[in-house]
Structures are given as structure tokens and as C-alpha cells.
């Protein structure tokens, strides 16, 4: 797998530790491959897919989380493929994502990891 990056626009990002569990109209992707594959519809395509956050969080990044784990938020969701610096890195973008449910370890009130459901995804 490669690095994935949560882009929280102003050159401000957090490398998460995983992608996993991309659906996208009730069939599985393998996200690498999907991202690698730049493919886009012209029709909106609905799906989910899991982020985990690594150890170290950037502190906008975690009123971020808390902010899009009340289900009334959506909004756009850009993860980097690779570094996020870098012109030829891909985007993965969820359009109208919202947290579907944040998964917590024992009493940190911090999200580990967030299942986005999503209207549409895109590669550009």
C-alpha cells in the first residue's frame, strides 16, 4: 500500500495509516488500485470506505473528525495518495461524506478510525 494523507486544505494534512474497505455500489474495491486507475464515472457513484489515523494526529485534523462524526455534517473529503507536496500525487475525493461511524479505543474520546459513507468519489 502506499501513504494516504486526510488533506485539511491550507497545506495542512495527517498521513493516516490505512484506506481500507472501499465500496463503491456494493462491490469491493482494493483502494491502491482504484486510485492508480484514475477512474471517473459521469454518473454519481455511492459508496463507503474506512480511514485509521495513525499515532500522530494533527490537532486540526481531530476537530476535523469530531466536527464530521455528528451525522448531520456533510461535506468534501480529499485523501492524498502519496505525498500530498507533490503535483503528480492523486486525490481521492468523497463528495457529500459523512461519518458513517467513528470506531474509539477503550476511553480516548479521539476517533481511530472513521467509516465515510459518500455520494460520489472521484481520482483526479
Known amino acids: 500500500m502506499g501513504t494516504y494523507h486526510l488533506d ?3 497545506a495542512r494534512t495527517e498521513e493516516l495509516d490505512d484506506v481500507v474497505n472501499l465500496l463503491i455500489g ?3 474495491h482494493d483502494v491502491d488500485t482504484f486510485v492508480a486507475s484514475g477512474q471517473g464515472s459521469g ?13 500522530e494526529r494533527n490537532t486540526a485534523a481531530t476537530r ?4 464530521v462524526e455528528d451525522l448531520t455534517t456533510e461535506q468534501d473529503v480529499v485523501i492524498v495518495a502519496g505525498d500530498p507536496a507533490s503535483s503528480e500525487a492523486r486525490r ?7 461519518a458513517a461511524t467513528g470506531f ?4 480516548d474520546p479521539e476517533a481511530i478510525a472513521l467509516a465515510f459513507a459518500f ?6
Open 8 to 10: 485539511l486544505v491550507d
Open 119 to 124: 455520494a460520489d468519489i472521484t481520482v483526479k
Open 26 to 28: 456494493g462491490t469491493e
Open 64 to 67: 476535523w473528525v469530531q466536527a
Open 92 to 98: 481521492l475525493r468523497l463528495t457529500k461524506a459523512w
Open 104 to 107: 474509539h479505543e477503550d476511553d
Open 43 to 55: 454518473e454519481p457513484r455511492q459508496g463507503s470506505l474506512i480511514i485509521v489515523r495513525g499515532d
